[in-house]
């Protein structure tokens, strides 16, 4: 159900590759709340994935930049207004990729030419876009900026590997620009903690489908789908939330703020029950 929500608005949508990604849920979303933007990814992720489809279906433009590269950003938000007819009112940045998580390469024996990669693609990138921005002039005020993260940055989960630090850098470059855009322009900066979503690259995590599966017995409500998050990022870019920033923001059933739930406790009993000799 539409509530025309985020009607007359204009964005920027970052990380679409596929249908199992969370931008490409985000993007659906807003379409259908009443926005216009602008897709984009990495030119090697479009030829990957399929977000021509998705452009088609919310008559959207798609425009390639790579989000560590200051020129290719220049140049998206220079196009995006030219596209949209001015300023835009919200921005979704979900970009995350580790190198060394993709060769399984452990934390404690880290290739650091990867490890800058994976700061530079996931981190970095938000410092990127949210400068090239402001000196472009090119949010309007009372605009907002959601980029996504996730709890591994505030605790130790393994085979996050240094993703856990890149999440850790995005929330602390998010509330630094928070405090700047918003003393400006009452513009608002927030990340969302997400539960572990089965996405192209969160898929690719050691472990993820157990790690899924521990957070969906964990969590109070259960782990959080991508739909449902892209339902929360469309509160975020609305009118509706316009005093929050500078949050992490959970949207995990409630699992940060567990300790042990009961469905916990019997699968662990019942792993040393299947342990006993017989």
Known sequence: MAYNLLKGKKGIIFGALNDQSIAWKVAERAYDEGARFVLTNA?????????????????????????????????????????????????????????????????????????????????????????????????????????????????????YNDMADAKAILESIARSFGYIYGREKKIRINTVSQSPTHTTAGSGIKGFEKLEDFAERMSPLGNASADDCADYCVTLFSDLTRKVTMQNLYHDGGFSSMGMSLRAIQQYEKSFEECEPQ
Request: glycine share 6%; with cysteine.
């Open 43 to 159: 030119p090697i992720a479009l030829r990957m994935g399929t977000i021509n489809q998705l452009a088609e279906k919310c008559e959207a433009k798609v425009i390639p930049a790579d989000a560590t590269s200051l020129k290719d950003i220049d140049n998206l938000f220079r196009e995006s207004m030219d596209i949209l007819g001015g300023k835009i009112d919200f921005i979704l940045h979900s970009i995350g990729m580790s190198p060394n998580v993709r060769k399984g390469i452990d934390y404690d024996n880290i290739n650091y030419e990867y490890y800058h990669k994976t700061l530079d693609i996931s981190a970095f990138s938000l410092h990127k876009i949210l400068s090239t921005a402001r000196k472009h002039d090119a949010l309007n005020e009372w605009g907002s900026v959601v980029a996504l993260t996730y709890v591994a940055a505030q605790r130790t989960f393994v085979g």
